[in-house]
């Protein structure tokens, strides 16, 4: 392009010594055109050359005119028009050379944007955005400082070495001038930019800097606001992908709940038609009918146990809770009288009590206290198949003021830590082998915490595979 222009001017030359006489003063005029040709496509450095070859090579004519008509407007016309190309290469120049640094920056700015809205660590995008506005604004150091909260910050130079913190005390070979500019978006400050250039920086760069410093201070932001929106997203979706697991394992749980209730319905159900029918169709001695009736009262009362404890479940879910009755109880009474109906039906099992008569007073539904330690019992039992210790406790609970506790400990199988958020969930069993043949519906410790729920407690769990569990109901005194 630069030679081009200098073609141009070539021409324009052989046409004005062609042409001779009156012609020449407007002629020189043309000098005009390659310099503003060269402006245009290489700036002040194109505009420059041409303009002054141009001015060079007007010169060979107009200075022996001068000598030959001496002082004269055809002389002033000449110099003028000697130095207009230079002028006019620079001027032009200089806009064209704003108007590319402008669009450089706008280039530089929107591959700033897309590096802060990439993936990655933050330090590394930060790497490549300061090499970015090196290259901008055409410097030779900066470091970029951004605040990340609590004290820390996040750093990043180029070149990778530069520390200004560093190199600020010492004296260097060539002088340099250094320019700290605040990134603050109305906010407050945010970090900073830190611009170095040897010997001098420009008051262009320095308009260019504190440009550039906003604009970065917008895209930080934007990106930190991305940033947000991308961990949001990323929990939301987390905590539905939790629900929906948590659905379907609910789910799952309802469908294994029908199809034990179906079979723990059906075991009394069958055995009341069995007995039932055998008192109706057959003469049956007295003792052996006597019996008989004693098999159909127990499974009758352990089909009004199951009936009773979905309906009470049912109240529960639903927000109603049971209907209490609170009197004053004897708790040791209460648990005299299940450690004697347990111990003789698990001969396998050793029951240790050692309470009695140092119980304390408790007002609470008798009911609802016995059923809740009735189900810890059972579990107690059907959790450690192997036999071992069941050993009941209560007493004034010292770490819980104004709360009395009862205790369950067994020796079993124990529970794993990651499955016992669920154990108080309706329809939840435990699998284990051990006790995968074990009868129950997975819903007597969700209807325990009900319970003492409805009187204001709690119930809380310790447990260890293979060493067994401890949990212990807390209700107000």
Known sequence: MIFGALGLVAL?????????????????????LPALWAALARGVTGGCLVGLVGGLVQALSIFPLIERAGPSWSAVDGIVSL??????????????????GRGAQLDALLDIQRSLAGQGPLGQRLAVVAELTRRALGVDRVRLVLESGGGDHVAASAPEDFRPAETLPKVAATPCRRLVLPLDAGQ???????????????????????????????????ARLTERQRHFAHELEEKV??????????????????????????????????????????EVPPDRARRYLGHVHMESKRLGRIVGDLLDLSRIESGRGPDLQRVPLDLGEIIEANLEIFAPQHPRHHFDWSGAGSAPPLCADRDAVDRMLKNLLSNAIKYSPRGGRVR?????????????????????????????????DPYVRVSNPETAAAPGLGLGLSLVRGLAHAHGGTIEVESLPGKGSRFRVLLPG
């Open 12 to 32: 324009i030359a052989l046409a004005v010594r062609l042409a001779g006489g009156d012609q020449v003063s407007s002629l020189h005029h043309l000098y005009l």
């Open 83 to 100: 130095s207009t190309p230079l002028t006019l290469g620079l001027a032009v120049g200089r806009l064209v050379d704003q108007s590319h």
């Open 188 to 222: 407050g400050p945010a970090g900073a930019l830190i611009v170095e250039k040897d010997w001098d920086l420009s008051t262009a760069t320095r308009s260019a800097a504190s440009a550039l410093a906003l604009h970065l201070t917008l895209a930080i932001e934007n």
């Open 241 to 282: 992908a939790g629900a929906t697991r948590r659905l379907r394992e609910l789910d799952q749980a309802k469908n294994e709940f029908l199809t034990i209730a179906s079979h723990e319905l059906r075991t009394p159900l069958t055995a009341l038609q069995g007995f039932s029918e055998l008192l109706l169709t057959r």
């Open 392 to 424: 009941v406790e209560t007493g004034i609970a010292f770490d819980k003021p104004g709360m009395v506790e009862l205790s369950v400990e067994d020796d079993g199988v124990g529970i794993a830590a990651e499955a016992l958020p669920r154990i108080f």
